[in-house]
């Protein structure tokens, strides 16, 4: 397989439910991105690994918990979320953080909070 | 305020027809990048222009970085319904990388 790849692509789960999304590359870059993506709004960065260490982290609530085991894979813990954190949840990675290097997108976990 | 504004934010268009979309910004920018989005894709990077007043091209597509490195444009020469998506900016920085809203832009047959 080749390039990003992220499960599951469609989420649906209760507030009370704890739910994990996976991100995969396989292009041997060591900087990988968790975004959030809602209608009408901007891509909104939430975590930055590089090398599995975390370089960024912009004010995201804690019921998203972010973890790097190795410089392939990144997870996105999920627990108590609320209805407005309903969007498209989507995984890059790109060689290096920063500099503008061009990022790979995974097509996205697609995330409904009932 | 959105760090980058784009414009406009819907457009429907015939096959055949010249458009032009924009990415504004009061910041400037060390790079700017164009990617485009197909529903249920992850964005896909088209260009990154990096000097002032810099235009690229790819096929019928023509980007231009602004004199200022604040803005760019995005033209589309015959438009083809492939060319239906979502057209976002992103602006680098100090190592910040920051996104536009996007222009949903629909090529009807």
């Known amino acids: 397989e080749t390039g990003v790849t992220q499960t599951p692509r469609h989420l649906v789960m209760g507030m009370t439910n704890k739910k994990s999304l996976k991100c995969e590359q396989h292009l041997g870059h060591n900087a990988m991105y968790w975004y959030k993506q809602s209608a009408k709004k901007p891509l909104e960065l939430m975590f930055v690994y590089s090398l599995e260490e975390r370089v960024e982290n912009n004010s995201v609530p804690s019921r998203f918990s972010p973890e790097c085991p190795n410089s392939s894979h990144l997870f996105l813990h999920l627990h108590t979320l609320q209805p407005e954190d309903s969007a498209l949840y989507l995984c890059a990675s790109s060689q290096d953080w920063g500099r503008g290097y061009e990022q790979y997108f995974g097509p996205g976990t697609r995330l409904t909070v009932t | 305020t959105q760090l980058l504004e784009q414009s406009p934010q819907f457009l429907s268009i015939q096959e055949g027809e010249n458009l032009t979309v924009y990415c504004n910004s009061s910041?400037?920018?060390?790079?700017l990048q164009w990617y485009r989005q197909e529903p249920g894709e992850g964005p896909v990077l088209l260009v990154t222009v990096v000097t002032g007043g810099e235009v690229k091209k790819l096929k019928r597509l023509t980007f231009q970085f602004g004199d200022a490195r604040k803005d760019s444009s995005l033209h589309i020469t015959a438009a083809q319904p492939g060319d239906t998506g979502l057209y976002l900016c992103?602006?680098?920085?100090?190592?910040?990388?920051?996104f536009g809203a996007g222009t949903r832009l629909t090529v009807k047959p």
């Open positions: 992103a602006g680098e920085r100090l190592n910040d990388m920051r």
């Open positions: 910041s400037v920018f060390s790079s």
